[in-house]
């Protein structure tokens, strides 16, 4: 499965973006899809993830009330709607799928990633 997000961009605290991530190459409706980040300097890190049919969800505490997964299986297609962002969310945000129905926030157990989108937040 090939991904590829967008939606990044440059947008000033308080505001809202809406990331997507649109695979190709095969569906992705059987796997569980998350969203990490990765600030300069700092290591990838755990933003959201959803289970295969949307019924299931996993934030991070420092995102949790201010981002929301969602993926419609019918487009093939990923979303993080963000909103209330501060300059702290600034990053550059991954798309990643495991290769299992159910959430996850452990980095390693995602099997295919797409390029990443930056996202900076002015304060």
């Known amino acids: 499965v090939q991904l590829q997000a967008c939606g990044g961009g440059l947008v000033q605290a308080g505001g809202s973006l809406r990331l997507s991530c649109a695979a190709s190459?095969?569906?992705?409706?059987?796997?569980?899809m998350g969203w990490f980040r990765q600030a300069p300097g700092k290591e990838r890190e755990f933003v959201a993830s959803i289970n295969w049919n949307g019924g299931s969800t996993s934030y991070a505490n420092s995102v949790k009330g201010r981002f929301t997964i969602s993926r419609d299986n019918a487009k093939n297609t990923l979303y993080l709607q963000m909103n209330s962002l501060k300059p702290e969310d600034t990053a550059v945000y991954y798309c990643a799928g495991t290769g299992r129905s159910w959430v996850s926030e452990k980095l390693n157990e995602y099997e295919y990633w797409g390029q990443g989108t930056l996202v900076t937040v002015s304060s």
């Open positions: 190459g095969r569906t992705f409706s059987s796997d569980a």
